[in-house]
Nanobody
Framework: QVQLVESGGGLVQAGGSLRLSCAAS????????MGWYRQAPGKQRELVAH???????NYADSVKGRFTISRDNNKNTVYLQMNSLKPEDTAVYYC??????????????WGQGTQVTVSS
């Protein structure tokens, strides 16, 4: 099994910043990609940012230039630096991790989610 532990959510005023972290643990052989998704009330879950093992990234258009995803491969951890936050960024943010665990079984794991609330 692969477990994901998220941290860093909270309440912030518009224009402020937050940094989310997500650490993966378990019988991990290789991580291919990690990412952050979010789900606002009444809306579908959407991709926020994604990073591959090689460092390639992609972002939702709504967060480009404001959010930065990064990862520490040695720690199996992914980060999401969120700047210039807007009320419309309010959502539960979920970490996702895909790769291979021992013994050569693909996995696609999700964290439990962390609430981000941006007040106007």
């Amino acid at each position: 099994q692969v477990q994901l532990v998220e941290s860093g959510g909270g309440l912030v005023q518009a224009g402020g910043s937050l940094r989310l972290s997500c650490a993966a643990s378990g019988s991990i052989f290789r991580i291919n990609a990690m990412g952050w998704y979010r789900q606002a009330p009444g809306k579908q879950r959407e991709l926020v940012a994604h990073i591959t093992s090689g460092g390639s990234t992609n972002y939702a258009d709504s967060v480009k230039g404001r959010f930065t995803i990064s990862r520490d491969n040695n720690k199996n951890t992914v980060y999401l630096q969120m700047n210039s936050l807007k009320p419309e960024d309010t959502a539960v943010y979920y970490c996702n991790c895909r790769g291979t665990r021992w013994p050569a079984v693909d996995f696609d794991s999700w964290g439990q989610g962390t609430q981000v609330t941006v007040s106007s």
